[in-house]
């Protein structure tokens, strides 16, 4: 009795896997592709990472930390302005930069936005000193009810974009409302 052996052969395999890769392309363009997007949460997500180890370090060293905004103006003609952002702490009765967190510039064309107590926080570059746009507390408080915002500046012209959201309150929790609700959307679909 002979046995005869099936099995796929090289090129049935690289045309299998190929057209797989086909498909996972297509899928992936359809799908992801909004590169403003993908920047504004990569922007969002190292806000957050920040901003949740300032709020502990408030606590555990008994120290007070604010966050200070900058923007600086475009370098080139066809260049954007550049929002850039720092938290210190007060030591000696004045503000220190934090050496483990240096001065973090988000890409030109992204936009961090506050609304303090109910109202938009404008940068005035004539101030030679900035105040502190929000802070943390040795008591683990907040500065106070604070809602951020950061998109592309192409938000404005493209509606289909939407802003991270971040509320500091009183108690100095800070929430990602952004990703609250995706996790929420995303529950209700299962």
């Not at 180890?53 to 302005?81: M, N």
């Not at 101030?127 to 938000?155: C, H, R, W």
């Amino acid at each position: 009795m002979k046995r005869s052996q099936q099995g796929f052969t090289l090129i049935e395999i690289i045309f299998v896997v190929f057209i797989i890769g086909m498909a996972v392309g297509v899928i992936s363009i359809a799908v992801g592709g909004n590169a403003a997007a993908d920047m504004t949460r990569k922007e969002a997500e190292e806000f957050m990472v920040q901003a949740g180890y300032i709020a502990e370090q408030s606590v555990l060293k008994g120290e007070s930390h604010g966050l200070f905004l900058e923007l600086r103006p475009a370098q080139d003609i066809d260049g954007e302005e550049q929002w850039c952002y720092q938290w210190r702490r007060v030591r000696d009765r004045q503000w220190q930069d934090l050496p483990e967190l240096g001065q973090h510039c988000m890409p030109e064309g992204q936009v961090i936005e506050f609304v303090i107590d109910d109202e938009l926080w404008e940068y005035d570059p004539e101030l030679e000193y900035q105040d502190p746009v929000m802070g943390f507390f040795p008591s683990g408080d907040g500065s106070g009810k604070t809602e951020i915002a950061i998109y592309a500046n192409q938000l404005q012209t493209d509606a289909t974009l939407e802003a991270e959201r971040f509320e500091l309150d009183l108690a100095g929790e800070l929430h990602w409302l952004s990703e609250e609700k995706r996790v929420e959307e995303e529950q209700r679909g299962r």
